[in-house]
């Protein structure tokens, strides 16, 4: 059990320097030849006007924060899944889980009412 | 059936290797093997993109570099190497230098979990499809650091509708593959395979979730920014995507990360919905095992080729089109699915009944899924109306009335 997660630990060790290798090949076979107009930020070929990290809408915190509250749950459903066939999980249980799940579909539907979910 | 390092090891250790060692060498050669075969794996999909994107469009495609053009991607690769690296020099250092290698990362990582045949999985661990699903996030933080990073406006743009995106289509990706593990009761990418080989290939459970499966599809398009859902790189909107700023090999590192995580995803559907390394032939000595693999590469090409045929033939989705088909039609099919599921398995009936409960609960998401979608297209009037009314005819394409 232990020999499988060292595998997924070496190779995520493998993955970071498989980039990592590949773009300082390229960073030594390429040329290197920086001046400021090549430096300067593309954006389309003109100069940027103004900052470029700026405010941006309410709404992505929205989608963030509904997404956050339905990964957490969803998350918690895997393990559910798993214990099913189990002759303990009976239908009490199933009943919790189905109020579970009906106190995410209420949140959903809180939020589509407010106009959460619509986009401008 | 003992897993691929068990055999290895025994073999080494047979051969007099203290078991230290032999421990070592198996998981580095399994590590080596993965980390070689992905970037193969790429090479030869961006060659098959542009060969079936080109026919779709009636042209010929790569022909020149090796034989039917195979080696133009070798080819881009070694132009790629010998381009300058540009570091702009307003960009967050860490934030810009750190997103191409972790978009390979996630995506190389997934590749340890999904099986190639019996016995021949990366590892077999009991979470896999818990894995998938976790390691799937670690893109989607690649592209929004690449975004915020470049400091651009249109790659942060790009950068929050990465977030929109891949967030929302995360929850009915992780909904749809949830109705299997319920149904089959393990997370284990090999015992799913296993389960699917009875009953002469209907025992795979495509044919038992139709719903999960189309579903599952869809979002895995979003999930790897696959056509109609390429808001994120709508060239014509937002220039290029997250990815403007970069050059040479961290472009590269974008391009191949995008193109495994279709893949991942084509492979992580056949294991689950298509029977895995299912098929005629497979418990037959010594053949066997290669048929079993053969199947399994045939199943995931066939799903990336049917990416490809949507991403060569679909429109591109408008932003709210694209929120509300996921927050307001895919979410709630899927809790209703799983919800239906759930009753059904725990009612003390003969198996052949539930199945067939939860094949009508499947057929009745698709139909009432596609039913939304298709008067959602009515209403929006796709192609019977005109984006705006022009005062006179001149410039239109509209034959004048006599």
């Known amino acids: 059990m232990l020999l499988k997660y060292a595998f997924i630990f070496i190779l995520s060790g493998f993955a970071l320097v498989l980039p ?31 900052d470029t990290w700026i405010q941006f809408r309410a709404q992505f915190y929205l989608i963030g924060l509904v ?36 106190l995410l579909i209420v949140g959903l539907i809180y939020d589509w009412r407010k106009g959460g979910l619509e986009w401008q | 059936m003992a897993e691929w390092y068990q055999v290895l090891m025994a073999a080494l250790v047979g051969a007099g290797v203290p078991e230290w060692i032999a421990t070592a060498i198996a ?71 750190l997103a191409p290698i972790l978009s390979v990362f996630g995506v190389l990582l997934l590749f340890a979990v999904v ?6 999985i990366g590892v077999d661990i009991n979470v896999g499809v818990l894995y998938i699903v976790a390691l799937g996030s670690i893109g989607i ?70 719903g999960a499966a189309l579903i599952f599809f869809v979002c895995a398009l979003a999930e790897s920014e696959q056509t109609p859902f ?16 970069y050059s040479g090999m961290r472009f590269a590192m974008f391009f191949l990360a995008q193109f495994l995580s279709g893949f991942v995803f084509a492979w992580v559907g056949a294991a689950m919905f298509l029977g895995g390394w299912q098929g005629p032939g497979v ?74 409960l939860v094949l009508v609960g499947n057929l009745l998401v698709m139909g009432i899924g596609l039913y939304a979608v298709g008067r959602a297209i009515r209403q929006e009037g796709f192609r019977t109306k005109r984006a705006f009314t022009p005062d006179s005819l001149i410039g239109t394409v509209q034959p004048v009335a006599e």
Request: with cysteine.
């Open chain 1, 20 to 50: 990592l290798v590949s773009i300082v090949a390229g960073a030594i076979l390429g040329p290197r030849k920086p001046d400021p107009v090549k430096n300067d930020i593309y954006e389309s070929g003109l100069n940027t006007i103004g």
């Open chain 1, 67 to 102: 997404f956050l509250v339905f990964d957490l749950e969803v998350v918690f459903l895997y393990p559910i899944a798993m214990a099913y066939g189990r002759p303990e999980f009976g239908m009490a249980a199933v009943l919790v889980t189905l109020l579970f799940m009906a």
């Open chain 2, 27 to 97: 998981l580095l050669v399994g590590v080596t093997a993965i980390g070689l075969v992905a970037p193969l794996i790429a090479l030869i999909l961006v060659w098959l993109l542009r060969k079936v994107i080109s026919r779709i469009q009636d042209r010929i495609g790569p022909n020149r570099v090796g034989p039917f053009g195979l080696l133009q991607t070798i080819a881009d690769i070694v132009k790629l190497l010998s381009k300058e690296g540009i570091n702009p020099s307003r960009a967050d250092f860490m934030a810009y230098n």
């Open chain 2, 115 to 120: 099986p190639v045949t019996r016995g021949l």
């Open chain 2, 141 to 210: 933080m690649a592209a929004l650091m690449a975004g915020w990073g470049s400091n651009n406006k249109y790659a942060l743009l790009s950068g929050f509708r990465v977030v929109a995106q891949l967030l929302s289509y995360e929850i009915p990706l992780v909904l749809s593959m949830l109705a299997v593990v319920l149904y089959a009761g393990t997370m284990r990418f090999g015992e799913l395979a296993e389960q699917q080989g009875n009953f002469l290939g209907l025992g795979w459970y495509v044919f038992l979730m139709p």
């Open chain 2, 230 to 245: 390429d808001l994120l790189e709508a060239e014509s909107e937002l220039i290029a995507g997250f990815h403007i700023e």
């Open chain 2, 283 to 356: 418990d037959l000595p010594g053949i066997g095992g290669f048929l079993a693999a053969g199947y399994m590469m045939i199943k995931t090409f066939a799903i990336y080729l049917l990416m490809i045929w949507v991403r060569g033939t679909f429109p591109r989705l408008r932003v709210d089109q694209m929120m509300s088909f996921c927050w307001k039609i895919l979410v709630p099919l899927t809790v209703g699915l799983i919800s239906w599921q759930m009753v059904v398995q725990v009612l003390d009936l003969p198996i052949p009944v539930i199945a067939v």
